[in-house]
């Protein structure tokens, strides 16, 4: 020890004090660089798994520190607050014993301004919310439906998940090393039907082998059928899809029960279910503002209708949503019936369905020109406008007979449901896709949506028009990879596994959405239904109901619709002298349908000729000439009318 106390003197006195100083600082400062420089080069040699876990005990240590940290803030709150509550009482008891110096002060002036101050304020804030949902409460005296109306499900207890995701992360990690492929399972999702395994590659390994092995995984895991994401989105995750050895049902309540379902601001909320990661799928359908749904028989698509009719009745009453239901099957609404929301009957016949969307159009035109005349652009803009009454801004309608001629203090959402849309297109095709993209095109902005539903997700079915102006769309289990393509643009909903599992594309967004859909029993569609029922008794539309019995006792008013155009195909065949079917379709831009039915009426009028095979029909009558067509020659009961001259 002397010798180096020694050693260290003589060092001093050779270099002097100053000099010692930079040289501890230089190398101070080297060993900050160097251990700098060692650190980098360690981050670059570590691996993706060792990198991760450097963080992470980085991430732990700065937790533990902040820990730390609020625990003594807590601590020194806790204290501050025990000696504001000592001071606040010792106040209280100085106030108290001042009390007889304060009676001897007049009392009445304080006692006048605190009662002046304080009730403005309570009313000031809740008069507007609380005393509007009054007014439209005891007008109609309609009443939200409570929860407790709707069966309990079972204990949740009975219902947990019991799987070993240890031991499949495990077999997931073997066989995609059995190929080669090193990866490691970053995290875990757990959802009522599937559990979603998050995998790392490691680095240079291409996420296309890993979606290639789907079969062999399947083999491994000795499941049905599993889905690849590659990768998910928004993560740098490879995402494998595994159904659980016990589904557990998502009930309707459990959503209704939710926060997410309780704190929604949707003008018209939609409850679909839960995803794969256990949360509550809830969207609006004004945002959307159409949704397709697809998928094959069995697969789920009735149930999802279901649940959605039920979560709009349990949310919306009919002063702020009407319903106008269409169900070619007649079984599947039929519990629908009667309840105060709808627009009209449940329409089951084909040929009405024609009827339901030309009022919906018509409806639609006069709600514009209600918007113009009042001055806002959207439903949003017009129910939410501060003077409900005729403001200066109003212009008088122009015709009186408008329906909405003096315009109302709100007007009500029209949600379109279809039950099944393939049927309807085969009855008539042109005119239902037709009525159907043009209302899709401009029914937003006034309140009118619509739901389509059908089993067969062919193009004939959903073609390009509605899959054009129906941007979300709902895929259930379908049996082949082109009709998946057809639904959402992309494979997928051929690996689902059927009883409500669907995969969701929400609007704007080609990340799709992975969920299962919530199960409505017919006892809580009929509680929900009886519970309306109670309250009244439905308003039908005056013009769609007269228009629906109209299309059952004459069968030939139709022909007498196509005047017009019948008009417009005398006028083709006298240009171009050949009288066909196609010509007309082409012409007129009509479907085959109507076109054959308008020739037929020519026929029947003596205009043209019978078919004669591929060729043109012949025309009968020199249409230069005779510039008035003889009307039909047939009644509305079908019988022909014979004349004198023809006798």
Not at 596 to 606: P, Q, T
Request: with cysteine; net charge negative; hydrophobic share 40%.
């Amino acid at each position: 020890m002397i010798v180096w106390l020694g050693l260290m003197l003589s060092f001093i006195s050779l270099v002097g004090l100053s000099n010692l100083w930079k040289a501890i600082r230089w190398t101070g400062n080297g060993c900050v660089l160097l251990f700098k420089k060692l650190k980098a080069l360690r981050m670059r040699l570590m691996t993706d798994y060792q990198r991760i876990e450097f963080e992470q005990k980085l991430l732990e240590r700065q937790r533990r520190r902040l820990e730390r940290v609020i625990e003594k803030e807590k601590i020194a709150l806790s204290g501050a607050a025990n000696s504001s509550s000592r001071d606040l009482r010792r106040n209280e008891t100085g106030k108290q014993a001042e009390t007889p110096v304060m009676e001897k002060q007049p009392e009445s002036s304080l006692e006048t301004e605190v009662g002046e101050k304080e009730p403005p304020q309570i009313t000031e804030i809740s008069e507007p919310v609380i005393k509007e949902e009054q007014r439209v409460k005891e007008r109609r005296g309609y009443v939200l439906p409570p929860l407790e109306i709707l069966p309990p499900p079972p204990n949740s207890q009975t219902r947990e998940i019991k799987t070993d995701t240890a031991t499949t992360s495990r077999v997931l990690v073997e066989t995609l090393a059995d190929f080669g492929i090193e990866c490691k399972v970053v995290n875990v999702e757990q959802g009522p039907v599937v559990t979603r395994y998050e995998i790392l590659p490691a680095p240079g390994v291409r996420v296309e082998r890993i979606a290639s092995l789907s079969n062999n995984i399947a083999l491994s895991l000795k499941a049905s059928s599993i889905r690849i994401q590659t990768p998910i989105p928004g993560k740098g995750v490879v995402g494998i899809e595994v159904p659980n050895s016990s589904a557990r049902i998502v009930y309707l309540r459990d959503v209704l029960e939710s926060k997410v379902w309780q704190e929604s601001d949707a003008n018209l909320p939609l409850l679909l279910g839960k995803d794969v990661t256990g949360e509550d799928v809830v969207v609006d359908l004004t945002e959307m503002p159409h949704l397709l749904i697809a998928g094959a028989t069995g697969s789920g698509k009735t149930v999802c209708l279901n649940t959605i009719l039920t979560g709009l009745l349990m949310a919306r009453t009919p002063e702020q949503l009407r319903l106008l239901l269409v169900d070619p099957k007649l079984v599947e609404f039929s519990a629908y019936s009667g309840i105060p929301h709808l627009i009209a009957p449940v329409i089951i016949e084909s040929k009405k369905v024609v009827y339901g969307l030309r009022w919906a159009i018509s409806e639609m035109e006069a709600r514009y020109r209600l918007f113009a005349r009042v001055g806002v652009r959207n439903i949003e803009g017009y129910n939410s406008r501060t003077n409900k009454a005729v403001s200066g801004s109003y212009v008088s309608a122009v015709n009186d007979d408008d329906k909405y001629a003096e315009p109302p203090p709100t007007i009500p959402y029209i949600v379109i449901v279809v039950d099944e849309l393939a049927d309807l297109m085969l009855t008539n095709q042109a005119d239902i896709e037709n009525s159907i993209a043009r209302l899709a095109q401009l029914s937003r902005a006034v309140g009118i949506h619509m739901i389509l539903s059908t089993q067969r997700p062919s193009v004939n079915v959903i073609t390009g028009t509605i899959k054009a102006n129906f941007p979300s769309r709902i895929a259930f289990q379908v049996a082949q990879r082109v009709d998946s393509r057809t639904i959402i643009d992309t494979i997928g909903a051929e690996k689902l596994l059927g009883r409500g599992d669907m995969l969701f594309m929400p609007p704007g967004s080609n990340k799709l959405v992975r969920a299962q859909a919530a199960y409505t029993t017919d006892a809580d569609i009929q509680a929900v239904t009886e519970f309306w029922k109670k309250q009244g008794a439905p308003e039908y539309e005056l013009q769609l109901k007269q228009d629906s019995s109209q299309s059952d006792s004459s069968p030939m008013d139709e022909g007498e619709e196509d005047e017009e155009l019948i008009t417009q195909a005398i006028e083709i065949i006298r240009e171009t002298r050949r009288a066909s079917t196609s010509l007309l379709q082409r012409r007129l831009r009509i479907g085959y349908t109507r076109a054959a039915r308008i020739m037929d009426i020519l026929e029947e009028r003596g205009i043209v000729g019978p078919p004669q095979g591929a060729d043109p029909r012949e025309i009968l009558v020199d249409l230069d000439v005779d510039s008035n067509i003889p009307p039909s020659r047939f009644t509305k009961n079908g019988d022909s009318e014979v004349t004198e001259n023809e006798v």
